[in-house]
C-alpha cells in the first residue's frame, strides 16, 4: 500500500501516483535515471522534461524528484496532471440534502460524475469537493453524463461501502422520467426484460438475443405533452444504458440521445440538445440509521440546455 500523498489534492483531485518496479522485475539499467524513467514510464502528452524542470514530480517525503537523480527501484513519485481548459457546463447543481455521512445533488445535463476522460474539472465530484469542502467526497451510484436529476455521494470514504451496497442490492428504489415519442399500439405499462452486454471500450450497450435476461425495466406513460410522451421508468436492475435501450427496443427512443437507436456524431462539449432523461426520485431505507429517506429532483421534462 503507498504511503500518504505528500502533495495536497489540487482542484478538488488527489495526485497521481506512479512505483518504480522492483530490480528482480525489470532490466534497471535501461533507466540510468529518474528522468530516464519518467519519460519511458508516462505518456508523450505529459510534458516530462517540462515537469522534472518545474520540480513538479516529487517522492513521499515531497522532496522533487530531478533528471538526473540516479534511478532508485521501490520508490513512490507523485504528481498533478495538466488538465485541458474544459468549456463550463451550464446550469446550477442544486443541494438536494446534506447531512454528516450524505450529500444528495440535483445535477444539470452534461455535467460528469466522476473525473475521467476530457471532463475532469467540469464533473460533479470535483465542482462539489471545493464547493462543499469535502475532499473525501465519493459517490456512491452511477449518472450518465448526459443524464440530468438525482446523484447520491458519499461525504467520506468510510460511508461510501454502506450505501454504495445498498444500490448493489437493489434496496434503493429510483425513478426516472423521459420525454419520447407516442406509439398508439404500444400496451402500456410493461416489463421490458432483456440480456444487456455492454464491452469495455465500445460507445453503446447491446441486446443479446436469446441470452437470460439480466435487465429489467418497468415502463409507464404518464401524460402527453405536445405530440410526446411523459415516460414513468422504474429500473429493477441496474445495468449501463439501461433505460436508453430499453426505450429504443420498444419503438420509443429518448428524445436527443446521441447513442440510441443510432450514434450521432457529437462533438464532446455540444451542450445544446440535453437527453431527455431525468433521475427524478430516490427512495430507500438508510443502512447505517434505519431512517427512511426519499429524495426527488425540482427539475422537470423537457430539460433544457443549461437545464
Not at 112 to 118: E, F, L, N, V
Not at 174 to 201: F, M, N, Q, W
Not at 231 to 256: C, F, K, N, S, V
Not at 266 to 290: C, I, K, S
Request: hydrophobic share 40%; proline share 10%; with cysteine.
Amino acid at each position: 500500500m503507498p504511503p500518504r500523498s505528500p502533495l495536497p489534492a489540487r482542484h478538488g483531485l488527489d495526485a497521481a501516483r506512479i512505483h518504480t518496479p522492483a530490480a528482480d522485475r525489470e532490466p534497471v539499467d535501461r533507466w540510468p535515471t529518474m528522468g530516464a524513467w519518467l519519460r519511458d514510464r508516462l505518456p508523450d502528452h505529459v510534458d516530462v522534461p517540462g515537469m522534472l524542470a518545474q520540480g513538479r514530480f516529487v517522492d513521499e517525503s515531497g522532496t522533487a524528484v530531478r533528471d538526473a537523480d540516479p534511478y532508485a527501484p521501490l520508490r513512490w513519485v507523485w504528481f498533478h496532471r495538466d488538465l485541458r481548459d474544459e468549456p463550463p457546463v451550464p446550469g446550477k447543481i442544486h443541494l438536494v440534502h446534506r447531512d454528516e455521512r450524505l450529500v444528495v445533488v440535483d445535477k444539470p445535463p452534461f455535467l460528469a460524475t466522476i473525473p475521467r476522460g476530457r471532463h475532469v474539472l467540469q464533473s460533479a465530484v470535483v465542482r462539489l469537493r471545493d464547493e462543499l469542502g469535502l475532499p473525501e467526497l465519493s459517490p456512491v451510484h452511477r449518472l450518465d453524463r448526459v443524464t440530468s436529476g438525482l446523484l447520491m455521494l458519499a461525504t467520506e470514504a468510510r460511508w461510501r461501502g454502506a450505501y454504495q451496497t445498498a444500490f448493489e442490492r437493489r434496496a434503493v428504489h429510483k425513478t426516472y422520467r423521459a420525454l419520447a415519442p407516442l406509439r398508439a399500439e404500444l400496451e402500456l405499462p410493461r416489463v421490458v426484460r432483456s440480456h444487456i452486454r455492454k464491452e469495455r471500450g465500445t460507445w453503446c450497450a447491446e441486446v443479446v438475443p436469446g441470452a437470460p435476461a439480466n435487465a429489467e425495466t418497468l415502463v409507464e406513460l404518464e401524460r402527453e405533452v405536445d405530440g410526446l410522451g411523459v415516460y414513468r421508468l422504474t429500473p429493477r436492475t441496474g445495468r449501463t444504458h439501461q433505460l436508453r435501450l430499453h426505450m429504443a427496443e420498444l419503438g420509443i427512443p429518448i428524445i436527443d440521445d446521441p447513442l440510441y437507436p443510432q450514434v450521432r456524431d457529437v462533438p464532446v462539449d455540444d451542450v445544446r440538445h440535453p437527453l431527455q432523461l431525468l433521475a427524478a426520485e430516490m427512495a430507500f431505507t438508510d443502512p447505517v440509521d434505519g431512517h427512511q429517506r426519499w429524495f426527488t429532483s425540482a427539475r422537470s421534462l423537457p430539460i433544457t440546455p443549461g437545464g
